[in-house]
């Protein structure tokens, strides 16, 4: 197996497992983004299949089947039907506007090649599959369609129809999502958009050079390495062209992926904090709380909604704890905790300590009283007040209940000092 035909099993491979992952998102409602979700899928699909027909065991044994040459067909049929899906993912993103209201003319453009493309597709297939069984030689199985080809004709008219379609396709892909790529506000759908443009623009390269190729060999036929050379080296830039698409596609999923798994990991690192805090205050809660996985499979409650409430009960339980302690567990919790490597108080362990030290107080029976002082709040938005308890919850987990009651207890006793300057 060479190299080529490794890349081009990875590439297929890759291309399936977002087609399957993105499946479930195809099959919804009828909303615009449903049917943006559904044209991608399409887009997906539609190329995996054409490049399993790439494959090296795929191509020889439809190739040297009944039909010869049946995995250029079948694949350039998937491709037709890939390409279709993608100038509809392109409408779609666009959304709707209303009857009397202005259309850029971007998206009337994209509406207008989306109607065209349906039209063509239906024309292409049918010229495709009559010059496929007319004008190209099938006496011999090919392994490489466009150098074993190379010279002929009828197989150079053929590619030349397919590649027309594909070319004028691409350079629309390009052109959109170039436009879109500049408007894109979000980091991760601009390099998306990107990665997606320059896929296009390595198809239309690719489509050209291959027609170029193709008509130049009709008039002087080359001899077969360096038809295969030229074969493998276009070969290789499509298959950089579908790792772009693919990854460039994925990547505005891939982030709302990634952003929920940092709500997961914060979810876990405050859930210890925040049920040590509810067991001392169980009427505060809406619910009892519960171990950290079934916090988890809660899907009733989205996550970051989770993350907000749970926020807010840290916050007010932390409000009540200030009725039970002095206000000199301020200091003795920072003396705990020391400096930091700057050498200024450390603000989440000095918090931590706090925390601990108030709910050893509460439940050793203190009674309620005025309001003690606390550290200063460190955030000013949900965001910075969420990254600010993570950092505390961390913090927590190493203080042990006999540190705590030391902090405490040195809390309440008496500073020498302050009795001798009395």
């Not at 008219?157 to 500049?182: D, E, I, K």
Request: hydrophobic share 50%.
């Amino acid at each position: 197996m060479t190299p080529l035909d490794l890349a081009g099993y990875l590439i297929a491979v890759l291309m399936t497992a977002v087609a399957l992952w993105r499946m479930p998102a195809a099959l919804r409602g009828g909303t615009d983004e449903d049917k943006r979700r559904r044209a991608l899928w399409g887009c997906y699909a539609g190329f995996a299949l054409a490049l399993w027909t790439k494959t090296e065991v795929v191509r020889i044994g439809l190739n040297n089947g009944p039909v010869v040459d049946l995995a250029v067909l079948i694949k350039h049929y998937t491709a037709t039907v890939a390409i279709l899906a993608i100038l509809s993912y392109i409408v779609a993103i666009y959304g709707s506007y209303a009857e009397d209201g202005a259309v850029p003319r971007h998206v009337r453009f994209a509406r207008v090649v989306q109607r065209l493309a349906t039209k063509a597709s239906v024309a292409t297939l049918i010229l495709l599959t009559v010059l496929f069984f007319t004008v190209v030689d099938h006496s011999v199985p090919s392994d490489r369609f466009v150098s074993d080809h190379a010279g002929e004709w009828g197989a150079t008219l053929y590619m030349s129809v397919f590649y027309l379609y594909l070319g004028a396709a691409s350079a629309v892909c390009a052109y959109q999502w170039a436009l879109a790529t500049r408007a894109a506000a979000v980091r991760h759908l601009r390099v998306g958009l990107a990665m997606m443009t320059c896929a296009m623009f390595i198809g239309v390269g690719y489509t050209l050079s291959r027609t170029l190729f193709l008509w130049i060999s009709v008039a002087d036929r080359p001899d077969h390495d360096f038809a295969l050379a030229f074969d493998e080296v276009t070969e290789a830039a499509q298959i950089l062209l579908f790792a772009l698409f693919a990854l460039g596609a994925s990547l505005p999923a891939f982030s709302k992926l990634w952003r929920r798994v940092r709500l997961w990991r914060a979810q876990a690192a405050l859930h210890p904090l925040w049920y040590e805090l509810m067991a001392g205050f169980p009427d505060q809660p809406f619910e009892p709380p519960a171990p950290l996985m079934r916090e988890l499979t809660r899907f009733s409650t989205p996550a970051d909604l989770r993350i907000d409430r749970w926020a807010a009960d840290i916050a007010d339980a932390v409000e009540k704890l200030r009725h039970y302690v002095p206000d000199t567990l301020l200091p003795a919790a920072r003396r705990a905790a020391g400096p930091d490597t700057a050498g200024e108080p450390a603000g989440p362990l000095t918090e931590a300590y706090w925390i601990k030290a108030a709910l050893a107080a509460k439940a050793g029976g203190a009674p309620a009283g005025e309001a003690a002082a606390v550290e200063p709040r460190h955030a000013t938005d949900q965001d910075g007040e969420v990254a600010w308890l993570v950092q505390v919850a961390g913090a927590y987990r190493t203080v042990t209940d006999d540190r705590a009651r030391h902090v405490l207890a040195t809390a309440r006793t008496p500073d020498p000092m302050t009795e001798t300057t009395a």
